[in-house]
């Protein structure tokens, strides 16, 4: 049978150009409160979007997806613009009045009526030869009708004809109608029973007659084409004789050949009314009137009915002739046959089932103004979400607990830790785990990894070399010292009274104090390292022994013992050789099911653990805002939402429900082998060669722990010695250039009050020797020679030329008087020694010594104190300030910041030196941190200056020798005026030296580092 039946599509509504953009913009001002040009992307695409839905698309596939977008997007836009207004206008596809509303459920209504329109069309255009091609008519017809069915039940007051509740009845009539007979060629294609395609038929009949009966209403208003019409009536009877005919074929199949041929007649009677309708149809047809009809409408129903007539017609003189000569029965009356019955086929595809397929929803694509969120949608997503967060909690409480109760079921019994026992027991021997413990392999890795980067052997040499180092440095600073101050007090014995550099004892007192500290903190540091060699010395056997492969031939011989490596734990008589085996047997089938059982504990952690990661992903990744945004003007339904989605991990929750189950059972079972397996094993000879082989275990563990923490003491005294020696050296280095720098400037003093001294005993003797000279005549001027060419010289005389009248001839040096103090100072250390005069006063004073930071007046008198001489007759000294009566201590070098404050008047007992207390691995209380050198400290206000103090000397008054020229006169004679006393106190050479450390600094030092 030639499936060519026309098939009726809905005709499709036009539009014109709908302005969104406006609108859109003035909502999201005035009920989101943001920037509408934030949207300007958003407005566009939803334009465009309706444009290429409803302007220049056909009615295939692409116009289909165009129009399931826009209609996707409306759903989503009226949910977040429900008052919006804008103005729709559209034609209605029957009678193309020009309708125009504000409503987005108008503009709603026209997009599914355009859809309904759409799947007629293609449902109509499908081969229907094809089995596929029938299964799509059959499928399109249906959406068509569920799309027209939402119409009629959402859309009430249409504005417009073909929204009207009778036209879109009797359109939803017509595709039921065509889809049944899709159904119906179906059946006939497969071959199905004439019984079932007769009702099929019969229900196709009447459904096409009754549509004949009702647009009989519509004829009078000019709203669907007369050929419609036609087409309708000639299906009605077509599809009658349809009926009769395959009742016919399954009452003679039952072998009722009356009733059969009676049905075969009115079937060809209805085919020929059909084929009569069918042919006025095809005369009359003209494609262009009816757009709605295939073109070959009026030819394929003809064609369709004259084949038919012509089978029915065959079928019914077959039929007589086997009823004439064969069956002879009774032929009843046509009204007197049964009904045939109908089987309802198509039923509507609703709206939600189409929008809720995955590739529909993928053609709709994201909501175009996502970001458009409102508040009460906002709401009830927390709302959601904490729901989602509650239920994660309490599975991740019941997954936590269910662990906690399997760790401490197995701790309880001491399954871990006994079934080695139990299966070493079961093998006959004591090897059934490592020879080295874990712990003892883990110490075994760290040592040698520290041994490898920096062994204690070589740290022991750097720390010996460091205290070598310091030791040495000490001592060279002491001997500095010492040699400046015997060369000092050599001169002093030379040269007597005349010498006038203070003496070295009281300048290098805070020298030797800090010397004195360092030598002591040294020696308690060397007490310290003793100790740490002794520690070293005693653990270094084990240590060494623990670094060696031997180390597991210690812990196999400390668990084999006397030979029990060789000897079965199971060692009865000879007469229990059976009974040994049974229960060895017993035990090894006892360990290997708790082992398995322990292993499908692991499985179900695992499981459980898969599980809940999977629940949090699924819930981490659902999003119901697009739902709740959906079901927004339903306020009731939120509650049943929630419920509806918290459903999807309801297997998530049985699955771990059910994880938790099988954990009880299986501890269950471990436990009930468990007690099994030691009441059998834990009896007899075996059981307690273990427990003696785990004592000697024990005891070997003990051992290399105590080497260990030896180790670790002697690293820790090693490392906090090293600190100490590394400190203490960069004390010494400031010490010993602090100390170098003091001896190179007393060294320069006096060299240069040698050379001074020098000079003026050269002077002494020479005037001793030679007679005075004669008074030169007055008239006659001639050449100067003798002393007064050498006083000419060093320009001695006035301004008149007057010379200064000779000394009286002394008989030695000794008796001589030296020379004034104005007249001879003493010459510059710079002047050679062989000149028999002393040079000329220079004109500008002489450099003053590198530590003298600023000129000042002369400072006080170091010796004035001593009484040595009388300060009233002194000539080569400045006047000492006023209320100066004693010598200034030396200058203290600057002090440490807060780890080393000045403690006046003490002398370095360090506490550190002591070796009865060892403390090691202790934390350091305070550590010996670098000096920290402050740029200047001022003196005391009576501290004298280093410059000054070198160079002045009072001498008795009783001497008979005049005073030795002073070493800097030129400040009383040409300078300015001396400063007032607050300026000759300023500060002058300061050397830097860091002051002792106070002894309790040296012992807590001390502390630290021994032990």
């Not at 009356?258 to 009359?284: H, M, P, Q, Y």
């Amino acid at each position: 049978m030639a499936h060519n039946s026309p098939m009726i599509s809905i005709p499709k509504k036009s539009t014109e150009e709908v302005d969104w953009t406006t609108p859109i913009r003035s909502a999201i001002s005035h009920s989101y409160g943001e920037d509408p040009d934030n949207y300007a992307t958003e407005c566009a695409n939803l334009q465009r979007c309706r444009q290429d839905a409803v302007k220049g698309a056909g009615s295939d596939m692409t116009a289909r997806d165009l129009l399931y977008k826009y209609f996707g997007q409306l759903e989503l836009l009226e949910l977040r613009f429900a008052e919006i207004r804008v103005n729709f206008p559209w034609r209605d596809a029957f009678t193309n009045k020009l309708i125009t509303q504000t409503s987005i459920a108008y503009e709603k209504a026209s997009i599914i009526f355009q859809i309904a329109a759409t799947h007629s069309a293609i449902a109509a255009s499908q081969n229907r030869s094809d089995p596929e091609g029938l299964k799509r008519a059959f499928y399109y017809f249906r959406t068509c009708a569920g799309m027209l069915t939402y119409i009629n039940d959402n859309f009430l007051h249409a504005p417009s004809t073909d929204l009207s509740r009778e036209v879109i009845k009797f359109l939803v009539g017509i595709i039921f109608a065509q889809a049944t007979e899709v159904f119906f060629e179906k059946c006939t294609d497969e071959k199905k029973g004439n019984a079932l395609v007769a009702k099929i038929a019969s229900q196709t009949a009447f459904m096409y007659t009754s549509l004949s009966e009702e647009v009989k209403e519509f004829m009078g208003k000019g709203i669907f084409d007369r050929n419609w019409v036609s087409l309708l009536q000639i299906k009605g009877k077509y599809f009658t004789s349809v009926a009769q005919y395959y009742r016919a074929l399954a009452d003679s199949a039952a072998g009722k050949h009356g009733d059969a041929l009676v049905r075969f007649t009115v079937a060809e009677a209805a085919a020929k009314e059909a084929n009569r309708s069918a042919s006025s149809f095809s005369n009359i047809f003209v494609t262009q009137m009816s757009p709605s009809l295939p073109p070959d409408a009026g030819s394929a129903i003809l064609d369709l009915t004259k084949a038919h007539l012509a089978l029915c017609t065959d079928k019914k003189n077959e039929a007589q002739r086997e009823n004439d000569l064969i069956y002879n029965a009774v032929l009843p009356a046509a009204e007197a046959l049964p009904q045939i019955d109908k089987a309802t086929i198509a039923t509507p595809i609703t709206i939600q089932e189409v929008y809720a397929a995955p590739e529909v929803q993928k053609v709709i694509g994201p909501d175009m103004f996502v970001r458009l969120i409102p508040l009460s949608v906002h709401e009830s997503a927390s709302v959601y979400s904490e729901e989602k967060a509650k239920l994660v909690r309490g599975e991740v409480e019941k997954a936590d607990n269910a662990e906690v109760e399997v760790k401490s079921a197995l701790e309880s019994l001491g399954v871990k830790q006994g079934l080695a026992r139990f299966k070493a027991i079961a093998e006959g021997g004591v090897g059934g785990e490592e020879e080295v413990p874990l712990e003892v392999r883990q110490w075994r890795e760290d040592i040698g990894i520290m041994e490898e980067r920096e062994s204690v052997e070589r740290l022991m040499v750097q720390l010996t070399k460091l205290k070598e180092t310091v030791k040495g440095e000490l001592d060279g600073i002491s001997r500095e010292l010492e040699t400046e101050s015997r060369d000092c007090e050599a001169m002093r014995v030379k040269y007597e009274h005349l010498w006038t550099q203070e003496p070295s004892g009281s300048l290098t007192k805070s020298f030797r104090q800090e010397l004195k500290s360092h030598l002591g903190s040294l020696d308690a540091a060397a007490q310290s390292d003793q100790q740490v060699v002794a520690l070293w010395d005693s653990v270094k056997g084990e240590i060494r022994l623990l670094l060696s492969p031997q180390v597991e031939e210690v812990f196999r011989a400390s668990t084999d013992g006397a030979g029990a490596g060789t000897e079965s734990l199971l060692d009865l008589d000879v007469t229990n050789d059976a009974q040994n085996e049974d229960e060895r047997a017993q035990i090894v089938q006892l360990v290997d099911e708790i082992e398995e059982r322990l292993g499908r504990l692991n499985k179900i952690a695992h499981e459980r653990i898969q599980v809940l990661k999977d629940l949090k992903e699924k819930v981490q990744t659902d999003d119901v805002s697009h739902l709740l945004l959906l079901n927004r003007r339903n306020p009731g339904a939120e509650n049943n939402l929630f419920a509806g989605e918290l459903e999807k991990f309801k297997s998530y929750q049985q699955r771990l429900t059910a994880t938790v189950h099988h954990e009880q059972v299986t501890i269950q079972e471990v436990s009930t082998l468990w007690r099994a397996l030691k009441d059998l094993a834990g009896r007899g000879p075996g059981a307690k060669k273990w427990e003696e082989r785990e004592r000697r275990k024990k005891d070997t563990i003990r051992r290399f722990s105590r080497a260990r923490d030896g180790y670790m003491e002697v690293r820790d005294g090693i490392a906090k010695g090293l600190q100490f020696y590394n400190e203490l050296t960069e004390l010494t280095t400031i010490l010993r250039r602090n100390a170098k720098s003091f001896v190179s400037e007393r060294t320069v003093d006096r060299e240069r009050l040698a050379a001074g001294l020098e000079t003026q005993r050269r002077l002494s003797q020479s005037a001793a020797a030679s007679p005075p000279p004669p008074p030169p005549p007055r008239p006659v001027q001639s050449q100067p020679t003798g002393l007064e060419a050498s006083f000419a010289s060093m320009n001695i005389q006035n301004k008149n030329g007057m010379v200064s009248p000779p000394a009286p001839p002394q008989s030695s040096w000794q008796s001589a008087p030296a020379p004034s103090a104005p007249q001879y100072p003493s010459p510059p250390q710079s002047q050679p020694a062989r000149s028999p005069y002393p040079p000329p006063p220079p004109s500008a004073p002489p450099s003053r010594p590198s530590y003298q930071s600023q000129p000042s007046a002369p400072a006080l008198d170091p010796y004035a104190s001593l009484n040595m001489f009388n300060a009233g007759s002194s000539t080569f000294s400045s006047p000492p300030p006023n209320g100066a009566t004693s010598p200034p201590p030396p200058p203290r070098p600057p002090q440490l910041s807060q780890q080393y404050p000045l403690a006046p008047q003490h002398t370095y007992q360090p506490s550190y030196s002591q070796p009865q207390q060892p403390q090691y691995g202790q934390p350091q209380q305070q550590p010996y941190s670098h000096p920290q050198h402050q740029a200047s400290y001022p003196p005391p206000p009576s501290q004298p200056q280093y410059g000054g103090g070198y160079q002045s000397s009072t001498p008795a008054a009783a001497s008979p020798f005049p005073p030795p020229p002073p070493p800097v006169p030129y400040q009383s004679q040409y300078a300015s005026p001396s400063p007032p006393a607050q300026q000759q106190q300023q500060p002058g050479y300061q050397y830097g030296l860091p002051p002792p450390p106070p002894p309790q600094q040296y012992g807590q030092y001390s502390q630290g580092y021994g032990r």
